[in-house]
């Protein structure tokens, strides 16, 4: 079967007049590290809060934090955005959600972020939990006994074993939310799907289109399993979990 590939479409002038086709799809790449790296800072801490929340010895807050996990990770992506896009401004106050609508810069950016940090930080959160609940319980108990408070103990002891043992796992959250952030086409953020779609309607090269994007993900994700290997590498403790001799 003959394709006909035309791979030089990628340097024909598009429609847009944004230069050519793949000046198209770098500015769309470049919205998507945007988004992934916002996103994923928001998750990491949020989900850090909340995964400690859910090991204290304190039921209101570890209650309080299985419940944002388990409602936030089981709403659909894609209904989560419509949420903070189309509905959330409709909750603030009136002034608010004025600007939220129609001033806030770049709104589907600042959105999609804040959707895609939110429903990446309850799997961060279960990370984040299951890493503290797999370290010796009398490592805990000893800096208690030592003098230290609750929050020292977490934040001098437990939390810095922890998140090395979760490192792994981190990197699928990671490189998820790389590719989640093609949902946020959604709501318009001219992201690299988005960008994708706008060339397939164009220039009529499907595969190409779908090729070259499919290309840019898959080096994107290279690049966040390579770089979470080599801190994987450099925060290793010798005789824990995942460690050398």
């Known amino acids: 079967m003959d394709l006909n590939l035309d791979w ?6 598009s429609p847009t007049g944004d230069g050519p086709y793949w000046q198209l799809l770098w500015t769309g790449a470049k919205w998507t590290v945007a988004t992934a790296l916002t996103g994923w800072a928001l998750a990491l801490l949020v989900g850090s809060i909340v995964g400690v929340m859910r090991t204290l010895p304190y039921k209101p807050l570890a209650w309080l934090g299985d419940a944002y996990v388990e409602v ?3 709403i659909p992506l894609l209904v989560q955005l419509f949420f903070w896009f189309f509905v959330w401004p409709e909750l603030l106050p009136r002034e608010i959600g004025l600007w939220y609508k129609q001033d806030m810069p770049y709104p589907e950016f600042i959105t999609a972020a804040l959707a895609l940090g939110w429903f990446t930080a309850a799997r961060v959160a279960e990370q984040v939990k299951s890493g503290i609940l797999s370290l010796p319980r009398g490592q ?3 800096a ?3 003098g230290f408070t609750l929050p020292q103990t ?4 437990v939390l810095p074993q922890a998140f090395r043992i979760v490192i792994p796992p981190l990197t699928s959250e990671f490189m998820n939310i790389f590719k989640n952030s093609a949902a946020a086409l959604a709501i318009g953020l001219t992201e690299l799907t988005f ?3 706008q060339m397939v309607e164009y220039s009529n090269e499907v595969i190409v289109s779908i090729a070259a994007v499919t290309t840019i993900y898959m080096v994107m994700a290279f690049a966040v399993n390579r770089g979470m290997a080599w801190l994987e590498r450099k925060s290793r403790i010798p005789g824990m979990i995942g460690g050398g001799r």
């Open 144 to 146: 208690l006994a030592l």
């Open 195 to 197: 960008q994708m779609k």
């Open 154 to 157: 977490y934040r001098l002891v």
């Open 72 to 74: 936030v990770r089981n």
């Open 8 to 13: 030089g479409v990628l340097l024909q002038e």
């Open 140 to 142: 805990k108990n000893a």
